[in-house]
């Protein structure tokens, strides 16, 4: 029941490339969200928005950037991917809810390497 | 948002219930706690939430205490297919933090 849809699934990149991570979904959720995920370790928070326009950032520094032009679409980017960068991304949209009831839908992920 | 623990690492025999418990002393009274599990690199599925009452769905039981201050993810015929890492985070409005979880391994 994938409605969120992240591309693409691996990358392997060189140092100093621009890259973009791709992340939609079909739900027509107000919040959406980026979590950086390092093998065998915890998801960290690192960029989130609230509706078109808006955009947050988490609880790890991250040197990515995001924008929300529309609601469906939340892309993550690199201006200078770094070796450090190497990382699972993880993408996930919520409705917003004032009473805050309203569970997380992740993608898959995309796997990242930078060379 | 409020902190959880959760022990690191649990079995559980084929065919069992799996009781996977989660302290979140610090829960402010608006905040859910939300349970997801984690297959090798795929993105948290998510089981299942809740506030106050106990719930139940079709994959998990969630008990939470009167007092809010914990609770319990019960696996009620746990396959080889739950071995899964299982998060126990609580969240309101604004956004929600993951920790470290629990490695479940379901064994033959």
């Known amino acids: 029941e994938a409605d969120i849809y992240q591309t693409p699934r691996y990358l392997v990149i060189g140092t100093g490339k621009k890259i973009t991570l791709e992340c939609s979904q079909t739900m027509g959720h107000d919040k959406m969200y980026w979590y950086q995920q390092d093998p065998g370790m915890e998801l960290h928070l690192i960029h989130y928005s609230y509706g078109v326009n808006s955009t947050e950032k988490g609880d790890l520094s991250s040197e990515s950037t995001v924008s929300r032009i529309r609601t469906e679409h939340f892309p993550l980017t690199l201006e200078s991917a770094r070796p450090s960068h190497t990382s699972q991304y993880l993408c996930?949209?919520?409705?917003?809810?004032?009473?805050?009831?309203?569970?997380?839908?992740f993608g898959n992920g995309t796997r990242l390497t930078v060379t | 948002d409020a902190k959880t623990t959760q022990p690191p690492s649990m079995d559980c025999a084929e065919g069992r219930a799996a009781n996977l418990p989660c302290n979140h002393s610090?829960?402010?009274?608006?905040?859910?706690v939300y349970w997801y599990r984690q297959i090798h690199s795929q993105g948290p599925q998510y089981i299942i939430h809740?506030?106050?009452n106990n719930e139940t769905n079709e994959m998990a039981s969630l008990i939470i205490t009167e007092d809010r201050k914990s609770s319990t993810l019960i696996l009620p015929h746990a396959t080889l297919r739950d071995t899964a890492v299982y998060y126990c985070?609580?969240?309101?409005?604004?956004?929600?933090?993951f920790g470290a979880g629990t490695t479940v391994t379901v064994r033959a």
């Open positions: 809740g506030l106050k």
């Open positions: 610090t829960i402010s009274g608006n905040e859910y």
């Open positions: 996930a949209s919520s409705v917003y809810r004032v009473s805050g009831n309203s569970p997380l839908h």
């Open positions: 985070i609580v969240g309101g409005v604004y956004k929600l933090s």
